[in-house]
Nanobody
Framework: VQFVESGGGMVQPGGSLRLSCAAS????????MTWVRQAPRKGPELVSAINPGGSSTYYAASVKGRFTISRDNGKNTLYLQMNTLKPEDTALYYC????????????????WGQGTQVTVSS
């Protein structure tokens, strides 16, 4: 299982970025996929999730209305379109595969990419 993330960078507040995550080594369209971010001195935060077929999505309240998750199962690629970026969006963004659910319905992540840095600053 391998993920290659790209698209991060430095952008001014109000700007946009599009992250990509190219997946290989497994049947991509069998798995829910997510974007998880980690800011300095903070724990990981689930940003967004998308079901295997792409018909159902989840967004954290902090990004709802600004970010859009999508996937192209033909290209085995996950995307995150980020608009109206804010300084508090600064973090290392990972794509992560959901391997199952825990006893309380929480997502269990079984594979992660290396992360791509997003920095929002003027």
């Amino acid at each position: 299982v391998q993920f290659v993330e790209s698209g991060g960078g430095m952008v001014q507040p109000g700007g946009s970025l599009r992250l990509s995550c190219a997946a290989s080594g497994f049947t991509f369209n069998n798995f829910e996929m997510t974007w998880v971010r980690q800011a300095p001195r903070k724990g990981p935060e689930l940003v967004s999730a998308i079901n295997p077929g792409g018909s159902s999505t989840y967004y954290a309240a902090s990004v709802k209305g600004r970010f859009t998750i999508s996937r192209d199962n033909g290209k085995n690629t996950l995307y995150l379109q980020m608009n109206t970026l804010k300084p508090e969006d600064t973090a290392l963004y990972y794509c992560a595969r959901v391997g199952g659910l825990g006893p309380f319905g929480d997502r269990l992540y079984d594979s992660w990419g290396q992360g791509t840095q997003v920095t929002v600053s003027s």
